[in-house]
Structure formats: C-alpha cells, structure tokens
C-alpha cells in the first residue's frame, strides 16, 4: 500500500486522498465550510483539520476516513494553525481571529485549556524539538509569541517582520519566521529570542517547512508562485546562516508544503491552480503535478 497526500480544498470544502506515488486520488472526504491546516497524529491513525470559516475543528479516523469528532467553542474565531505535541499527547491551535491558543487532548479530543497570546491575528504554531516551547505567529503584531508548554505561560513576544506568517522551530538553524508583507526570512534564538539572522525571500512568503535531514527549508512565496529553498548550512561572511540558494517555480499560488519521510521529494499546494507540485529534491525542480479539488492548500502525508 503506498503512502497518501492528505490535501485540504478550501473551496470544495473536502480533503483530497491521493497516492503519494501515482497521484491518484482514492477518495474525497467531506468537511466543514474553508478547511485550512492539517496535522496527523505520530502513530498515523487520527487527523485533525481546522475548517476556518466553519470554525470548527474536526477528527478523522485514517483508515475509515469517518469523521470521529466535531469541536467547537465560543473562541473559534477562524481556527488555523496546528502542532502536535506528542509527548504530552496535545495537539495546540491558534485560532487567528481571537488571537487565542487551545490545547487539545488528542485521546480524548477534549479542550484541556485555552489562554490569549494578547496579540493581533495568532495564525501558526511551531514546537521546539524538544516540545518544551511553543511559538505562535502574530500577523497583526509584527511578532511571534513565546510559550512555556509545561507552564502555559506566555515568555516573550519578540518582534521579527510584517505580517509573520510561516514558522519553524528548526534544531540547527533556530526559529524561522516567513514574513509575508517584506518577502523576509527572519532567523531568531529559540532560548533568548535574539535576532541571529535575516534573509530575502520571494513575494508573500507563507511556510517554512524542513527536509526530513535539516539540511534545506522550502517557503513557498504566493504571489511569485514559486519556493524559496534554503541553506541551513550556508556560510556567509564567514558565519553560518540560513540562505536562499535558489527559487524553484511552482503552480500559482502556493502554500501548504510536505516532504516525503525520505527526503527524496516535496509536495507543494498550488492554490488556484489546483494541483499539487511534486518537487525532486536531488534536482530541486517540479516534476509533475496532481490534480487535486478547488483550492488547495493544507497539506499532511501520511506513511501507510
């Protein structure tokens, strides 16, 4: 059995199951109303996806593909980003119109708490990789946010640039933040929160997704339709600093973004070309596309 490409269709409000190898798809699932992030459990058997405008969170069993939970809440003010935190068992949302984060049992799918960020449009979530810290990005702030997981407790909210968007907690390189307004990169310390780097990206940069290996980042930019691929190793003016090495052109409008547990290709959501961009990552170029549903754009794959 090969493995799947999970992509969510904001317009069709469906999530597309497709062969990770053929492209073709298996099924089509139903959501609710604009569905825009996914996650999937560690184990593979449970995933997860915010429908934004239905503001509602769903629960979905992988291999029946029944929807196995439904929730809502008074602060699901346009539900978005998520992160599973596997050794707590949580799965953590920013929901971006009330700027909250809820923390979610993933046994139980129950609400375990929820807490403000105080800060404008709390979009994306990224963990470290020890899962002790999380950071949230703040479109309307200019910021991200700092968080004790353990603790919930806010530590800091350290500027970065316009519109912060895509964000990654990488181990080598620190905390990458794609900042849509100035198509910038912003590099900051996880543990002090310092500016450590910048670097140029494409127009209306949107995620920032790692190779399985930590040697590269692809961001794809939305309005140059094409992905920024970076070195997390590259050395200038003698100092170690992630760079873009090159742009690789996609489909328009990309967004969501997922490797292959190998490395050895990417798969990048083409919004409103409606298709999926396979990218080989030997030759960093596009090597076909899938057809997906009406605009595609959160995006998990899924081992089998």
């Given amino acids: 059995m090969h493995d799947r490409l999970l992509v969510l269709n904001k317009d069709s409000d469906t999530m597309s199951v497709i062969d990770a190898e053929t492209g073709d798809t298996e099924t089509v699932v139903e959501t609710e109303f604009n569905p ?3 996650a999937v459990t560690p184990n593979g058997t449970k995933a997860y996806v915010t429908c934004s405008l239905g503001e509602t969170l769903l629960a979905f069993d992988t291999e029946t ?3 196995t939970a ?4 008074e602060g699901f003010d346009f539900p978005h980003g998520l992160a599973i935190r596997e050794r707590a068992g949580e799965l953590w949302l920013a929901s971006t119109g009330s700027s909250r984060v809820y923390v979610i049992d993933v046994e139980t799918d129950e609400i375990l708490t929820d807490f403000p960020t105080h800060q404008a449009k709390s979009h994306m979530v990224a963990l470290t990789p020890d899962e002790g810290r999380a950071f949230v990005a703040n479109i309307g702030s200019g910021n991200v946010t700092a968080i004790d997981c353990e603790e919930r407790r806010i530590l800091a909210d350290p500027e970065v640039g316009e519109e912060p968007e895509g964000i ?22 996880p543990d002090t929160f310092e500016k450590t780097g910048r670097a140029l990206l494409g127009e ?4 920032v997704v790692s190779s399985p290996d930590g040697r590269h980042v ?5 309005e140059s339709n094409d992905v920024s691929l970076i070195d997390t190793r590259h050395r200038r003016d003698g100092e170690r600093q992630p760079w873009e090495i090159a742009r690789i052109p996609v489909g328009i409008w990309p967004g969501g973004t997922v490797f292959d547990p190998d490395g050895e290709c990417a798969f990048v959501a083409n919004n409103k070309t409606n298709d999926v961009s396979v990218i080989d990552c030997e030759t960093w170029t596009e090597t076909e596309r899938y057809g997906t549903e009406l605009h595609p754009d959160g995006i998990a794959y899924l081992e089998r």
């Avoid at 439904?70 to 809440?73: A, K, N, V």
């Avoid at 990458?176 to 912003?186: C, F, H, K, R």
């Avoid at 209306?204 to 995620?207: G, H, Y």
Wanted: proline residues 7%; glycine residues 4%.
């Fill in 36 to 38: 825009h992030e996914i």
């Fill in 65 to 67: 593909w029944e929807r």
């Fill in 70 to 73: 439904e929730l809502t809440h």
């Fill in 168 to 189: 990654e907690v990488h181990p080598e390189a620190g905390l990458l933040v794609a900042n849509q307004e100035d198509g910038m990169l912003s590099v900051l310390d």
């Fill in 204 to 207: 209306t940069p949107i995620r």
């Fill in 218 to 222: 692809l961001v794809p930019n939305r």
